[in-house]
């Protein structure tokens, strides 16, 4: 019973995830660690996240592509991540959790105010975002959030922005996956069955989001995206 619940988690999760490119782990982070140690959650979790990147550019991969951004954000967020990872198991992580959700819900909440919003794409700022956004992910492995918050200041095509969200969190995850590993982080909790059909329910939740991805207009994606990130940010500031 226990895979089967955590096998549908891992659907839900991977549909949430792709529709708002956060990735599974904003959804499955805080509701495993509940029950599991916090290092075989990350490390679980970032398996799956990592299968849900090759689904978000598979499903995704039509249009122009960014790779500028994705490069200056992907290598930042490589460096980041593993140093994050690395500090995941002696820092405390509430009030970062916390200063993390407040920004959010103020980044939201411009977007609101100002639809039209948008960032020129520039290195010095996808260097910045991968920075944060790596560093998250190492910590807490729900770097997502920061991600998508980032990316949706250039208000790219829909398609461009949950391909490039994978693409990035491609290579964080690989990162970070490795630390973990390389650091001794081993499955005591978790069987390998249980890893095994969270793959592939993990592609048809990114299966059945790019369907609604389809459905959902250019204008109203942003909105989307926004409702999702003010849910995140209210779980960080409330329940950190």
Known sequence: MEIFLIVGLTTIAA???????????????PVLSLFYPLPETLLFVGIIHWCGDVWKMTFFRKGKKPWVVIASFGIAGILASYIGAS???????DILLKALGVFLLVYVGYIVA??????????PFAIT?????GITAGLFGVGGAVRSAFLTMYNQPKEVYIFVSGAIAFAIDATRIGT?????????QFSWLTIVLSIPASFLGAYLAKRIVDKIEQKYFRVVIGIFLAA??????IFS
């Open 15 to 29: 549909g949430v995830g792709t529709l708002t490119g956060f990735g599974t782990s904003t959804v499955m982070v």
């Open 87 to 93: 500090l995941s198991l002696s820092l405390s992580e």
């Open 114 to 123: 100002k639809p039209e919003f948008k960032i020129a794409t520039s290195t």
């Open 129 to 133: 975002g991968g920075l944060l956004s």
């Open 180 to 188: 973990y590993f390389f650091g001794g982080t081993v499955f005591d």
């Open 232 to 237: 995140v940010a209210l779980r960080f500031i």
